[in-house]
């Protein structure tokens, strides 16, 4: 599966990447499954998205649970809880 | 309905003008102006940029508001937010609604606000004398808007 990865704020900062395409293997099918599949890739990845750490994340641009299932060419955001306003 | 992001400064009294205008019908106007402290959990502020989810941001605020629509028998809603860099005193976010009654206006106002805070993507980073820091979420944003879920 193809998807199209975004990241904001610290997040952004912390891995030095704002975007990325990337080609899933077809065990990875929900949101946890994505962020333990980058997790693995080691550090900075595994520091940034450790489960231990407070992230919000967005499918197709709207806020949802980590439990949410991943769709072809989706546009997957994480990022830290919001601060506006 | 309005939502603009923007990186430069606005006037709270044109945009209001501008949304009552022609409408009769209106006899409330709330508006929320949010600005920029110089202090922040103790540290002073020297500055400030928000980053935003371009595209994201602008869904967000709208389902925001088409909630408040839903909830409150209100005419106008306005919100614009900026973005990049600010400093203190800087207004940051306007929120406007109109209504006949002051009593929707002002529950939608704050619903609209209390939702931005906790659902419309935007960080703002800190300028301090102890260097660049991304602000932390409240925990007491998240009580302001979990009052508004209906039991």
């Not at chain 1, 595994?46 to 949410?68: F, G, I, P, Y």
């Not at chain 2, 400064?9 to 022609?22: H, M, N, P, Q, V």
């Given at each position: 599966?193809?998807?199209?990865?975004?990241?904001?704020?610290?997040?952004?900062?912390?891995?030095?990447?704002?975007?990325?395409?990337?080609?899933?293997?077809?065990?990875?099918?929900?949101?946890?499954?994505?962020?333990?599949?980058?997790?693995?890739?080691?550090?900075?990845?595994?520091?940034?998205?450790?489960?231990?750490?407070?992230?919000?994340?967005?499918?197709?641009?709207?806020?949802?649970?980590?439990?949410?299932?991943?769709?072809?060419?989706?546009?997957?955001?994480?990022?830290?809880?919001?601060?506006?306003? | 309905?309005?939502?603009?992001?923007?990186?430069?400064?606005?006037?709270?009294?044109?945009?209001?003008?501008?949304?009552?205008?022609?409408?009769?019908?209106?006899?409330?106007?709330?508006?929320?102006?949010?600005?920029v402290r110089d202090?922040?959990?103790?540290?002073?502020v020297?500055?400030?940029?928000?980053?935003?989810?371009?595209?994201?941001?602008?869904?967000?605020?709208?389902?925001?508001?088409?909630?408040?629509?839903?909830?409150?028998?209100?005419?106008?809603?306005?919100?614009?937010?900026?973005?990049?860099?600010?400093l203190p005193e800087d207004?940051?976010?306007?929120?406007?609604?109109?209504?006949?009654?002051?009593?929707?206006?002002?529950?939608?106002?704050?619903?609209?606000?209390?939702?931005?805070?906790?659902?419309?993507?935007?960080?703002?980073?800190?300028?301090?004398?102890?260097?660049?820091?991304?602000?932390?979420?409240?925990?007491?944003?998240?009580?302001?808007?979990?009052?508004?879920?209906?039991?």
């Open positions: 599966m193809k998807l199209e990865l975004r990241f904001f704020a610290s997040l952004r900062e912390a891995l030095g990447v704002a975007q990325e395409e990337i080609t899933i293997p077809d065990t990875v099918k929900t949101i946890t499954d994505l962020r333990i599949y980058l997790i693995e890739r080691g550090n900075p990845w595994a520091e940034v998205l450790a489960e231990n750490k407070v992230l919000r994340c967005a499918l197709n641009q709207v806020m949802v649970e980590a439990s949410t299932s991943l769709k072809e060419n989706a546009e997957v955001a994480f990022f830290p809880p919001v601060t506006g306003g | 309905m309005t939502i603009r992001i923007q990186e430069k400064d606005f006037d709270i009294s044109t945009e209001i003008a501008t949304l009552r205008k022609g409408d009769p019908r209106v006899g409330a106007v709330v508006s929320f102006l949010g600005t202090m922040n959990d103790g540290s002073q020297k500055g400030m940029t928000l980053e935003h989810y371009p595209g994201m941001t602008e869904k967000a605020l709208q389902d925001i508001l088409d909630q408040a629509k839903a909830r409150w028998d209100t005419y106008q809603t306005l919100v614009i937010h900026r973005v990049g860099p600010l207004q940051i976010v306007l929120v406007v609604v109109t209504s006949a009654h002051r009593g929707e206006a002002f529950a939608a106002c704050e619903f609209i606000m209390d939702y931005l805070k906790t659902e419309a993507p935007f960080w703002k980073k800190e300028d301090t004398p102890e260097g660049a820091r991304w602000v932390d979420a409240r925990v007491t944003d998240d009580a302001s808007s979990e009052r508004w879920v209906k039991k």
